[in-house]
Nanobody, 126 residues
Framework: QVQLEESGGGLVQAGGSLRLSCAAS????????VAWFRHAPEKEREFVAAIRWNGGATFYADSVKGRFTVSRDNAKNSVYLQTHSLKPEDRAVYCC???????????????????WGRGTQVTVSS
């Protein structure tokens, strides 16, 4: 099992930036992919971005392409989500998730991930 802890959320004005962090511990050697999902009030949880632990291939939701960047630091067992040009509709709880076997066709699916963090709140004021 992998334990995940997010940090870096907060309140920011529209157009601003935040850098979210996801620190992993436990059996991280079994992780192939780490993803970010977000859950806004009265909406379903949605995929934001993902990164392969080995090789670093990245995946993004269309709604964040060009504004968000996912990266990793293997030595620190951490994954980051750099956000720019934030919009009020980006407001949500952002969670990271780790998956052991995540095929390219399922990288956007929350069912593909085995372990989840509790999340960090991002609020964007207009």
């Amino acid at each position: 099992q992998v334990q995940l802890e997010e940090s870096g959320g907060g309140l920011v004005q529209a157009g601003g930036s935040l850098r979210l962090s996801c620190a992993a511990s436990g059996r991280t050697c079994s992780t192939s992919t780490v993803a970010w999902f977000r859950h806004a009030p009265e909406k379903e949880r949605e995929f934001v971005a993902a990164i392969r632990w080995n090789g670093g291939a990245t995946f993004y939701a269309d709604s964040v392409k060009g504004r968000f960047t996912v990266s990793r630091d293997n030595a620190k067992n951490s994954v980051y989500l750099q956000t720019h040009s934030l919009k009020p509709e980006d407001r949500a709880v952002y969670c990271c998730a780790a998956g052991r076997f995540v095929s390219p066709s399922r990288v956007h699916s929350e069912e593909a991930y085995d372990d989840w963090g509790r999340g960090t709140q991002v609020t964007v004021s207009s």
